[in-house]
């Protein structure tokens, strides 16, 4: 199930995590509609939420959860055969899950047709440039701004 | 494809995460979004999805979000409604 709700939250750091990596072939829908059944299926029993884009063979996820079900699922992710060159983005403390709604959310990205307007920068570019964290941190955010959105007119 | 304008004192940065949805933050803090709903219409929100208008030029809704913002209390661009 993709969405659920934390009413109440326990009383437990929290720990949010940003990593991006390769997959390691093709994704057909059906794949990624199981790799997401998936995700939601272990992240609810993790009580992990979160969210997932995948454009152009590259994924970024959030993930939202205590540090040690975030360890546990990002030893699973590394191992994961799908994915190459997993490289956390983001790493900190979390006050209040972001994703309260998500076990793992997911907007289908559209692929890009054009560069970006004179003046832009582009957010994947961004994320995917191992910048300094500033940056990234910026173009996360600008991700999970564009998640809402979308996410929210369906 | 990420050599746009960076963040200096007081200036807009303006990112594109897909071809129709741009976003404006200043020094981190998000200002709002443009999204182009159809060819030549782009709608401005603020930083709480609230819609401040449509235009028909990406420079008139850039041009309207960077007003808005200005006009905004400074304590209410700190909450940005997204991370």
């Keep these: 199930m993709q969405q659920q709700h934390h ?71 590394r191992a994961d055969e799908r994915h190459r060159d997993v490289s ?60 809402k959105v979308r996410s929210g007119r369906r | 494809m990420s050599g746009g304008s960076t963040s200096q004192q007081g200036e807009i940065t303006w990112a594109r995460i897909e071809d129709d949805f741009f976003v404006g933050s200043r020094d981190g803090d998000f200002l709002g979004f443009i999204d182009r709903e159809e060819p030549g219409a782009y709608v401005v929100c603020d930083q709480f999805s609230n819609r401040i208008g449509q235009f028909g030029e990406l420079e008139s809704a850039m041009e309207a979000l960077r007003e808005a913002s200005s006009d905004a209390p400074s304590d209410a661009l700190e909450e940005t409604g997204a991370l």
């Design chain 1, 7 to 77: 009413s109440v939250e326990r009383d437990e750091a929290l720990k949010s995590l940003v990593y991006a990596s390769t997959a390691t072939r093709q994704f057909s829908d059906a794949e990624l509609d199981e790799l997401l059944r998936q995700a939601r299926e272990r992240n609810e029993q993790l009580d992990i939420t979160g969210m997932l884009t995948f454009r152009d063979g590259k994924f970024v996820q959030f993930l939202e959860g205590t540090p040690e079900h975030i360890d546990e699922l990002m030893r699973s992710i």
């Design chain 1, 88 to 147: 956390v983005l983001i790493e900190e403390p979390l006050a209040e899950r972001q994703f309260t709604s998500w076990t793992m959310g997911y907007e289908r990205m559209r692929d890009i047709q054009s560069a970006p307007p004179a003046g832009f920068r582009d957010t994947y570019a961004d994320l995917d440039s191992h910048a300094d964290s500033a940056t990234t941190a910026r173009a996360a955010r600008e991700l999970a701004l564009w998640f």
